[in-house]
Every structure is written in structure tokens, then in C-alpha cells.
């Protein structure tokens, strides 16, 4: 497995404990949909919370988040209808990013709750 996926999938879990940690139930993790994909999904505090989940192994280019673009935020957006119409979910819905940088066995963790709105 290459090692950037590896690191991906390390982020994800760490997200994950994080998040449960915080009071969120994970409905979802990894779901995909006719070529749409979000990181994880959960319901907290009466909202269904759609995550993107970014993670890199240093910030020498950036903070994680601001990988988070436009493009991504209108095909999050998309899978989520997608999603609430499947599932037939009637809550309001948020977005959120968690950002991480994880350097050996160490990782640093921001939760950015309602991080863009629907457009």
C-alpha cells in the first residue's frame, strides 16, 4: 500500500476516536456513491455532520485544510443530498473538516465544525 494512503487511513482512525470522543455517533465511514465519496458521517447534537477528514504529514505546504477546495466542497455537498435521500434522513446537515498532521507517532488534531455551507 503506498505510503500516502497508509497515512490517509491512519488520519481517518484518529478522526474517528476523536470525534466519538466528542459525543458523535459515526453512521458511516468511507461511503461512496456513483463516484462520490465522504470520509466519515455522524449525527451530533441534532445535525447529520459530514467530515472531510485531511491529513499530511508535515504543514511545510499548508495547513491540511486549506486542500480543502471549492471542487471539493460542491462534490461533498452533492453526496450528501445524495446520501439524506437515500438513507431518507431528515435532519439538518453540517460540514465539517478535520485537519491533521501526523509526524511519527505523534499527530496534531483540528476539528473545524460547520467549515463551509451549502451552496
Same mark, same amino acid.
Given at each position: 500500500?503506498? !505510503? %500516502?494512503?497508509?497515512? @490517509?487511513?491512519? @488520519?481517518?482512525?484518529?478522526?474517528?476516536?476523536?470525534?466519538?470522543?466528542? @459525543?458523535?455517533?459515526?453512521?458511516? !465511514?468511507?461511503?461512496?456513491?456513483?463516484?462520490? &465519496?465522504?470520509?466519515?458521517?455522524?449525527? %451530533? @447534537?441534532?445535525? $447529520?455532520? =459530514?467530515?472531510?477528514?485531511?491529513?499530511?504529514?508535515?504543514?511545510?505546504?499548508?495547513? +491540511?485544510?486549506? =486542500?480543502?477546495?471549492?471542487?471539493?466542497?460542491?462534490?461533498?455537498?452533492?453526496?450528501?443530498?445524495?446520501?439524506?435521500?437515500?438513507?431518507? $434522513?431528515?435532519? +439538518?446537515?453540517?460540514?465539517? $473538516?478535520?485537519?491533521?498532521?501526523?509526524?511519527? &507517532?505523534?499527530? &496534531?488534531?483540528?476539528?473545524? &465544525?460547520?467549515? =463551509?455551507?451549502? =451552496?
Amino acid at each position: 500500500m503506498a !505510503q %500516502h494512503n497508509e497515512l @490517509g487511513r491512519k @488520519g481517518e482512525r484518529a478522526a474517528v476516536n476523536y470525534l466519538e470522543s466528542k @459525543g458523535h455517533h459515526i453512521l458511516e !465511514q468511507n461511503w461512496r456513491l456513483h463516484g462520490y &465519496e465522504i470520509d466519515i458521517i455522524t449525527t %451530533h @447534537g441534532g445535525y $447529520i455532520v =459530514f467530515v472531510e477528514v485531511k491529513t499530511r504529514a508535515s504543514d511545510q505546504w499548508g495547513d +491540511p485544510e486549506s =486542500f480543502v477546495g471549492i471542487q471539493r466542497m460542491r462534490r461533498m455537498i452533492r453526496a450528501a443530498h445524495h446520501y439524506l435521500l437515500r438513507e431518507q $434522513i431528515d435532519l +439538518p446537515a453540517r460540514f465539517d $473538516i478535520v485537519s491533521i498532521i501526523w509526524e511519527e &507517532e505523534h499527530c &496534531e488534531l483540528e476539528h473545524i &465544525e460547520d467549515a =463551509f455551507m451549502a =451552496f
